[in-house]
C-alpha cells in the first residue's frame, strides 16, 4: 500500500512539471492570428481584389500596410474595370502609368480614422501629391443625400474596421479633382458655378480654370451673391447683371500668379488677377480674420486650401468689386 502510494506521488510530480514546463517555454500559447490591415482585406474580400492589385502595382503596399491608422474610400472591383473602360488604351491596370495610378489610389486615402458616423461635409485632405510643395489634393464630402465624394462617387459600404484603420467602399474610382470639380460639387457655391457658365460671356471660363494653371480663386458663396443682387435694384437674378459687368467680376477672382495657399499669404501682399490691369491686397492685421481687400470691396476668408490639381481655392464672403 506504501509503495503504491509512493508511486502516485512520483507520477503526479512528474505530470506537473511537464505541463509547467510546456506553460514556461510558451509551447501551449495559441500563436496570435495576423492582423488583417487594409491591404490584406482587400486582398482576401470579394470585392476589393482589384484595389488590392492596384496598390500592389503602385508600390504602396507597404505604406497601407504599415501603422496609419487611415481612413480608405476603396473602390470596389466594378469601379475600377469602369476607369479601365473609360480610356481605350487601358486594357488592364498594367496599363495605367505607375505615377498616375499613385495620384488616383492616395486620393482616396485620408490620415486618420474616421468612421461614417465621424464624417463631415466638408473638405479633408488626402495624401495624394500635387507637386505644389507640400500640399495634397483635398476630398470634398457631402451628406446631404448619403456619403457622397467630388460630387460624384458614393459610400455604399461603410465602416470596415481593420488593424490599421477603416475603409468604406464606394462606387466609383475618385480622380483627383481640379477647381472646377470643387465649384460644382459644393451647394454652397451653386451660384459661382451659374455666374461662371452663363452663356453670353466672351470668356470661358470653365475651359480657362480646366487648365494646368496653376491657380488661385477666391470663390464668392452664393450668400456673396445673394449679397451683391441685393445692392442693386435692378439686379433680381444673375442674367440682369450685364455681361460686361459680370466677366471683369469674375476675372477679378482669379489670380494665375500660382497656387498660393493660406500660409503664403504676406499682410499688404498685392495678388495680380485676371481682370487687365487689376490686383488683390491681402490685409493680415487681424490674424484670426483674413481679409482681401478690392478697389471698391472687402472680404473675409471663410474657408481656405481646397486644394486641387491645377490649383487652390479660398471661400470669401463677399463679391469683390474692381
Same mark, same amino acid.
Given at each position: 500500500?506504501?509503495?503504491?502510494?509512493?508511486?502516485?506521488?512520483?507520477?503526479?510530480?512528474?505530470?506537473?512539471?511537464?505541463?509547467?514546463?510546456?506553460?514556461?517555454?510558451?509551447?501551449?500559447?495559441?500563436?496570435?492570428?495576423?492582423?488583417?490591415?487594409?491591404?490584406?482585406?482587400?486582398?482576401?474580400?470579394?470585392?476589393?481584389?482589384?484595389?488590392?492589385?492596384?496598390?500592389?502595382?503602385?508600390?504602396?503596399?507597404?505604406?497601407?500596410?504599415?501603422?496609419?491608422? *487611415?481612413?480608405?474610400?476603396? /473602390?470596389?472591383?466594378?469601379? =475600377?474595370? !469602369? #476607369? @479601365? +473602360?473609360?480610356? &481605350? %488604351? $487601358?486594357?488592364?491596370?498594367?496599363?495605367?502609368?505607375?505615377?498616375?495610378?499613385?495620384?488616383?489610389?492616395?486620393?482616396?486615402?485620408?490620415?486618420?480614422?474616421?468612421?461614417?458616423?465621424?464624417?463631415?461635409?466638408?473638405?479633408?485632405?488626402?495624401?495624394?501629391?500635387?507637386?505644389?510643395?507640400?500640399?495634397?489634393?483635398?476630398?470634398?464630402?457631402?451628406?446631404?443625400?448619403?456619403?457622397?465624394?467630388?460630387?460624384?462617387?458614393?459610400?455604399?459600404?461603410?465602416?470596415?474596421?481593420?488593424?490599421?484603420?477603416?475603409?468604406?467602399?464606394?462606387?466609383?474610382?475618385?480622380?483627383?479633382?481640379?477647381?472646377?470639380?470643387?465649384?460644382?460639387?459644393?451647394?454652397?457655391?451653386?451660384?459661382?458655378?451659374?455666374?461662371?457658365?452663363?452663356?453670353?460671356?466672351?470668356?470661358?471660363?470653365?475651359?480657362?480654370?480646366?487648365?494646368?494653371?496653376? *491657380?488661385?480663386?477666391?470663390? /464668392?458663396?452664393?450668400?456673396? =451673391?445673394? !449679397? #451683391? @443682387? +441685393?445692392?442693386? &435694384? %435692378? $439686379?433680381?437674378?444673375?442674367?440682369?447683371?450685364?455681361?460686361?459687368?459680370?466677366?471683369?467680376?469674375?476675372?477679378?477672382?482669379?489670380?494665375?500668379?500660382?497656387?498660393?495657399?493660406?500660409?503664403?499669404?504676406?499682410?499688404?501682399?498685392?495678388?495680380?488677377?485676371?481682370?487687365?490691369?487689376?490686383?488683390?491686397?491681402?490685409?493680415?492685421?487681424?490674424?484670426?480674420?483674413?481679409?482681401?481687400?478690392?478697389?471698391?470691396?472687402?472680404?473675409?476668408?471663410?474657408?481656405?486650401?481646397?486644394?486641387?490639381?491645377?490649383?487652390?481655392?479660398?471661400?470669401?464672403?463677399?463679391?469683390?468689386?474692381?
Amino acid at each position: 500500500m506504501k509503495k503504491s502510494l509512493l508511486w502516485l506521488l512520483a507520477l503526479a510530480l512528474i505530470s506537473t512539471t511537464t505541463f509547467t514546463s510546456c506553460d514556461d517555454d510558451g509551447d501551449g500559447d495559441m500563436p496570435d492570428p495576423d492582423p488583417v490591415t487594409i491591404v490584406s482585406f482587400a486582398a482576401n474580400s470579394d470585392n476589393y481584389t482589384t484595389l488590392a492589385a492596384a496598390v500592389q502595382a503602385a508600390g504602396l503596399e507597404t505604406a497601407l500596410s504599415g501603422t496609419g491608422p *487611415f481612413t480608405v474610400f476603396a /473602390p470596389d472591383n466594378d469601379a =475600377f474595370q !469602369a #476607369l @479601365l +473602360d473609360s480610356n &481605350p %488604351d $487601358w486594357n488592364g491596370l498594367d496599363d495605367i502609368p505607375q505615377e498616375v495610378l499613385t495620384a488616383v489610389l492616395t486620393n482616396h486615402v485620408v490620415s486618420g480614422e474616421v468612421t461614417s458616423a465621424q464624417l463631415m461635409s466638408g473638405y479633408y485632405t488626402t495624401l495624394s501629391a500635387t507637386g505644389f510643395g507640400d500640399a495634397n489634393v483635398s476630398l470634398y464630402v457631402n451628406l446631404d443625400n448619403g456619403v457622397t465624394l467630388n460630387g460624384g462617387p458614393q459610400v455604399v459600404a461603410a465602416d470596415n474596421e481593420v488593424s490599421n484603420g477603416v475603409i468604406h467602399g464606394v462606387d466609383a474610382v475618385i480622380m483627383p479633382a481640379n477647381i472646377v470639380t470643387f465649384a460644382t460639387s459644393n451647394p454652397a457655391l451653386s451660384t459661382l458655378v451659374a455666374a461662371l457658365t452663363r452663356a453670353d460671356l466672351s470668356t470661358d471660363f470653365v475651359a480657362a480654370l480646366n487648365g494646368d494653371g496653376p *491657380f488661385t480663386v477666391f470663390a /464668392p458663396s452664393n450668400d456673396a =451673391f445673394a !449679397a #451683391l @443682387l +441685393d445692392s442693386n &435694384p %435692378d $439686379w433680381n437674378s444673375l442674367d440682369d447683371i450685364p455681361a460686361a459687368t459680370l466677366e471683369a467680376v469674375l476675372s477679378y477672382h482669379v489670380s494665375a500668379a500660382g497656387n498660393v495657399r493660406s500660409g503664403d499669404l504676406m499682410d499688404q501682399m498685392e495678388v495680380p488677377t485676371l481682370a487687365e490691369n487689376q490686383s488683390l491686397q491681402i490685409d493680415l492685421s487681424n490674424p484670426d480674420q483674413p481679409q482681401v481687400v478690392a478697389a471698391n470691396s472687402t472680404a473675409n476668408i471663410v474657408a481656405v486650401d481646397i486644394q486641387g490639381t491645377n490649383g487652390v481655392v479660398h471661400v470669401i464672403d463677399t463679391v469683390l468689386l474692381p
